[in-house]
C-alpha cells in the first residue's frame, strides 16, 4: 500500500502534467483566435488563472519533496520541481508574448476605429462638398437666367423711354395743330378780311 505522501506526489504530478497541458492548450488558441477582443482577453484570464492553479501544484510538490524521508527520493522530486519551474518560466514568456500581442491586438484595433471614423467624417464631408457645389451651380444658372432677364428689362425700358419721348413729341405736335387749326378758324371766323 503506497503512502500518504506518495499519493499525494502523485496528484500534484497528475495535476501539474494537466494544468501544463491546459495552459498549452489555451496558448495555442490564443495564437488561432482572430478576434474579436473580448475573446482575446477571455483566453488570457484563464492563462493566467491556468498559470496560479500551475505555480500552487508546483509549490505543493516542492514541499512534499523537502518532507521526503528518503534523500534520493526527496533530490529526484526536487530536480523534477526545477524541471516544472523551468517550463513554467518558458510557459511565462508565451504568456507574456500573448498579453503584449493582446495589447497590440488592441491598439490596432482603436487605430482601426478612428480610422474608420476619419474615412466616415470624410465621406460626410466630401458629400457636404458635393451638395455645396451642387448649390453653388444651381445659384451660377439662376443668376445666369436673372442677368437675362435683367437684360431684357433694361431693353424694354429703353424702348418705353423712347416711346414715351416719341409720344410726347407727337403729342406736342398734336396740340400744335390742334391750336394751329383753331387759331386759323378763329381768325377766319373772327377777322375774315384778314
Not at 48 to 63: A, C, S, T
Not at 160 to 166: F, G, I, S, V
Amino acid at each position: 500500500m503506497a503512502a500518504p505522501q506518495d499519493v499525494h506526489v502523485r496528484i500534484c504530478n497528475q495535476e501539474i502534467v494537466k494544468f501544463d497541458l491546459e495552459v498549452k492548450a489555451l496558448i495555442q488558441d490564443i495564437r488561432d483566435c482572430s478576434g474579436p477582443l473580448s475573446a482575446l482577453t477571455e483566453l488570457n484570464a484563464k492563462v493566467k488563472e491556468k498559470f496560479q492553479q500551475l505555480r500552487y501544484r508546483i509549490q505543493e510538490l516542492e514541499q512534499s519533496a523537502k518532507e521526503q524521508d528518503k534523500e534520493s527520493e526527496k533530490q529526484l522530486l526536487l530536480q523534477e520541481v526545477e524541471n516544472h519551474k523551468k517550463q513554467m518560466l518558458r510557459k511565462t514568456t508565451k504568456e507574456s508574448l500573448a498579453q503584449t500581442s493582446s495589447a497590440i491586438t488592441e491598439s490596432l484595433m482603436g487605430i482601426s476605429r478612428m480610422m474608420s471614423q476619419q474615412v466616415h467624417q470624410s465621406e460626410e464631408a466630401m458629400q457636404t462638398l458635393v451638395n455645396s457645389s451642387r448649390t453653388i451651380l444651381d445659384a451660377n444658372e439662376e443668376f445666369k437666367s436673372m442677368s437675362g432677364t435683367i437684360q431684357l428689362g433694361r431693353k424694354l425700358i429703353t424702348k418705353y423711354n423712347r416711346r414715351e419721348l416719341t409720344d410726347k413729341l407727337l403729342i406736342f405736335l398734336a396740340l400744335a395743330l390742334f391750336l394751329a387749326t383753331v387759331l386759323y378758324i378763329v381768325k377766319k371766323r373772327l377777322f375774315p378780311f384778314l
